[in-house]
């Protein structure tokens, strides 16, 4: 890997209290994962393929919690989440 590939990022956060990140490319499953939340820089293995510009967990996110993304509360799990995950309407309701 070069070190650009390394320095890539390939999700950001934009507020500490989000749960899930915006993909910036489309991720394989088993993935490693660059995900920008200011300055500071977070990795984790993406467990699920994510399409550029849908979100990704960060962390694990139970049944019936918010998802918050940009800070805001954009809807409730509608199943278990696992970190690495895909979040899109599979798994969230309003």
């Not at 999700?11 to 994962?33: F, H, P």
Request: charged share 25%.
């Amino acid at each position: 890997m070069t070190d650009a590939a390394k320095d890539a990022i390939d999700a950001i956060m934009v507020s500490d209290t989000d749960n899930v990140a915006t993909c910036l490319r489309d991720i394989a499953a088993g993935a490693a994962v660059t995900i920008m939340l200011g300055k500071d820089r977070k990795r984790l293995t993406a467990a699920d393929p994510v399409p550029r510009g849908h979100k990704l967990a960060v962390r694990a996110i139970a049944a019936d919690d918010s998802i918050v993304k940009y800070g805001e509360v954009i809807g409730k799990a509608s199943a278990d989440i696992g970190t690495g995950n895909h979040v899109h309407i599979h798994n969230v309701v309003d």
